[in-house]
């Protein structure tokens, strides 16, 4: 059957092998041999593979779930590997570069070990006990073996190909947390205005925490946000943009308020009078002092100015936390970090916002005794627009994007089809998807320096969303592909899962797939939901960036495979309709060299899932490829 694997490059590469070490074949020790199907290339072109094995996560409800006992996981692996070395701080570490995964999956480094055992031999008794691994979560061991680098441990790879995809669906969703999700209320004072008032730094604000409400929810927290936008103008941008926020007619009541500030305030200085809409204003400092400066307030907070206008926002945070449970499960449990009434408040502002933030902060404190003691700051730093001549608005930012992106599209397709209407919603989904990468790809404390030329929607480059959009698009083709001629016959159907042979995975970049995409995702689905609660003091902290990341390598690991992998080979039935010109067409379709379909399980969740947050892309999409 399958020949010596075809080695790749690094990671995103795809130079020649000479002089590398090629990776070990693993006997499929768990399984046997007999009756597996092997699904033979087609003996008209006999170098190509016809194994359709990774199209499983894409039919994924033939899958008998139940073959597998329970869900690998990075975590629960890591977890038992420490514990076998006994007492101590954490020593392994997953390996994730393609050249360290040829010869091992985890290693504990030698520096790291002789601080553990000193300068004598890790015990045999240890080493036993790492290659005997068992327990829930934990991979199937193959070898553990010291090296110069340190000790060394490999998976059965052939049994977590069968674990993986056999419950591919399992590795779709994050992590159980270890407690349930706390009471969130996410406040974005950004959408109080109209979008042709929002600054890019306060798009920025508003993505983030609309990413942040996605994560929180399917990692099972309630979540909450506020405000409920009133401008008319607001929800058709949100709604744009694929932010789902809610929207109110009605501003929030304020008497109750209005009566305790009222009684806190102020005289105007010199006996004068106020200006229309302010009712005084309000010393902070002992509150400041109260919470201590520690905690991060800016020192320089003294006085607040109490107008009509923030005793209304005070007043729909203060209902948000007192009525509703918010959009998650049930009877949620609170947090540690949440407050007595169970309630965590994130104010997600840009670094302009900050200052007027902590003032609100205070005040709700001075005035509410019942206000929430967790409240947290997840401050968004500046964006800078390279060689942009003066500020650019949210709206005018989109429009741009857009117009770049039916500008490539007219390029490469023809003006035709830039102007049917068919595809004015594709083009809307793909300017959005290209924004909210740019906006969420840098940790949002940090600044964002923005390229606004045409070529920053090129699919060339492989750092942007544009890249991540058409290696999906790839993978729509193929699948529609695959389905099509199925129904045409000239595929057979996929087979029972429990027939497959897994030990003919042995191309690096399938195990490179499987063990640096799926196999992790769930973790990963769970740390951009770590809202960073654990930190003392005002800021909280998110890191948007890592799914984006994460996006950015399984694509470059991908197309690495899919440019060096035929995936879908001539079949017998196609061969005898050589003489139609159907035929010739069906085989120039599926013989050049898509994507290998058996990294297909894997690569699927681009699609599916991580990328639902930045656009949904639809099938449609893929002629964009």
């Given at each position: 059957m399958p020949g010596p694997s075809r080695a790749g490059g690094p990671r995103g590469g795809s130079a020649g092998t000479e002089g590398r070490e090629r990776p070990p074949r693993f006997p499929p020790a768990h399984l046997s041999a007999q009756g597996r199907h092997r699904i033979h290339a087609p003996a008209s072109r006999p170098s190509r593979k016809l194994d359709l094995l990774t199209l499983c996560f894409r039919f994924r409800w033939l899958l008998p779930v139940a073959m597998a006992t329970g869900r690998l996981g990075v975590r629960e692996t890591l977890g038992a590997l420490?514990?076998?070395?006994?007492?101590?701080?954490?020593?392994?570490?997953?390996?994730?570069?393609?050249?360290?995964?040829?010869?091992?999956?985890?290693?504990?480094?030698?520096?790291?070990?002789?601080?553990?055992?000193?300068?004598?031999?890790?015990?045999?008794?240890?080493?036993?006990?790492?290659?005997?691994?068992?327990?829930?979560?934990?991979?199937?061991?193959?070898?553990?073996?010291?090296?110069?680098?340190?000790?060394?441990?490999?998976?059965?790879?052939?049994?977590?190909?069968?674990?993986?995809?056999?419950?591919?669906?399992?590795?779709?969703?994050?992590?159980?947390?270890?407690?349930?999700?706390?009471?969130?209320?996410?406040?974005?004072?950004?959408?109080?205005?109209?979008?042709?008032?929002?600054?890019?730094?306060?798009?920025?604000?508003?993505?983030v925490a609309d990413h942040l409400a996605r994560a929180l929810r399917a990692h099972g927290a309630s979540v909450r946000l506020v405000p409920a936008v009133r401008d008319p103008h607001m929800p058709t941008f949100l709604q744009q943009l694929r932010v789902d926020w809610p929207a109110a007619s009605e501003r929030a009541a304020t008497e109750a308020l209005r009566s305790l500030a009222l009684a806190e305030l102020s005289p105007a200085p010199d006996g004068g009078a106020l200006p229309p809409g302010v009712l005084g204003t309000v010393c902070l400092k002992e509150v400041m002092q109260e919470r201590g400066r520690a905690a991060g307030y800016d020192p320089n907070l003294d006085k607040c100015l109490v107008t009509e206008d923030l005793?209304?926002?005070?007043?729909?945070?203060?209902?948000?936390?007192?009525?509703?449970?918010?959009?998650?499960?049930?009877?949620?449990?609170?947090?540690?970090?949440?407050?007595?009434?169970?309630?965590?408040?994130?104010?997600?502002?840009?670094?302009?916002?900050?200052?007027?933030?902590?003032?609100?902060?205070?005040?709700?404190?001075?005035?509410?005794?019942?206000?929430?003691?967790?409240?947290?700051?997840?401050?968004?730093?500046?964006?800078?627009?390279?060689g942009a001549p003066g500020a650019l608005t949210a709206p005018e930012y989109y429009e741009l994007r857009h117009a770049q992106v039916c500008k490539a599209s007219a390029l490469k397709h023809g003006r035709e089809l830039a102007r049917d209407p068919a595809w004015t919603e594709v083009f809307s989904v793909l300017s959005?998807?290209?924004?909210?990468?740019?906006?969420?790809?840098?940790?949002?404390?940090?600044?964002?320096?923005?390229?606004?030329?045409?070529?920053?929607?090129?699919?060339?480059?492989?750092?942007?969303?544009?890249?991540?959009?058409?290696?999906?698009?790839r993978l729509a083709?193929?699948?529609?592909?695959?389905?099509?001629?199925?129904?045409?016959?000239?595929?057979?159907?996929?087979?029972?899962?429990?027939?497959?042979?897994?030990?003919?995975?042995?191309?690096?970049?399938?195990?490179?797939?499987?063990?640096?995409?799926?196999?992790?995702?769930?973790?990963?689905?769970?740390?951009?939901?770590?809202?960073?609660?654990?930190?003392?003091g005002l800021h909280a902290t998110a890191r948007t960036e890592t799914m984006c990341?994460?996006?950015?390598?399984?694509?470059?690991?991908?197309?690495?495979y899919y440019n060096r992998v035929h995936i879908l080979g001539v079949s017998t039935q196609q061969r005898g309709r050589g003489a139609c010109r159907g035929a010739r067409e069906a085989e120039e379709e599926t013989s050049r060299p898509l994507l290998s379909s058996r990294s297909l399980d894997h690569t699927y969740l681009v699609k599916c899932l991580p990328v639902s947050s930045f656009c949904g892309l639809c099938v449609k999409c893929s002629t964009l490829a």
């Open positions: 420490n514990t076998a070395l006994g007492s101590g701080d954490p020593v392994w570490f997953k390996e994730t570069r393609a050249r360290h995964l040829r010869a091992r999956d985890f290693l504990a480094p030698r520096p790291a070990l002789q601080a553990r055992f000193g300068d004598e031999q890790v015990p045999e008794r240890v080493v036993r006990a790492v290659a005997g691994l068992q327990g829930p979560g934990v991979a199937p061991v193959l070898r553990c073996a010291p090296t110069p680098a340190g000790l060394a441990l490999q998976l059965q790879r052939p049994a977590v190909f069968e674990r993986v995809l056999g419950a591919v669906a399992a590795y779709a969703a994050p992590a159980a947390p270890a407690a349930p999700g706390p009471r969130v209320l996410l406040h974005c004072p950004a959408l109080r205005g109209a979008p042709g008032a929002l600054r890019l730094s306060q798009l920025r604000a508003v993505l005793l209304c926002v005070l007043a729909e945070l203060q209902e948000a936390v007192r009525h509703g449970p918010g959009d998650g499960p049930p009877g949620l449990a609170a947090a540690p970090d949440a407050d007595e009434g169970g309630c965590m408040v994130v104010h997600v502002v840009s670094c302009e916002e900050e200052f007027q933030q902590q003032k609100l902060d205070l005040l709700w404190w001075k005035l509410d005794a019942q206000a929430p003691l967790t409240q947290r700051h997840l401050v968004c730093g500046p964006v800078k627009v390279a959005v998807a290209t924004i909210k990468f740019e906006m969420l790809s840098t940790a949002p404390q940090s600044q964002l320096l923005l390229a606004l030329s045409d070529g920053s929607v090129s699919t060339k480059g492989t750092k942007s969303g544009t890249f991540v959009m058409y290696n999906c698009a083709t193929l699948f529609e592909g695959y389905q099509h001629s199925v129904e045409q016959g000239l595929y057979p159907t996929f087979p029972p899962v429990s027939s497959l042979d897994f030990s003919l995975l042995q191309d690096e970049g399938e195990w490179l797939l499987l063990f640096n995409g799926v196999l992790p995702f769930p973790d990963l689905l769970s740390q951009t939901a770590a809202l960073a609660c654990v930190a003392p990341k994460f996006l950015v390598q399984l694509s470059m690991d991908f197309s690495s």
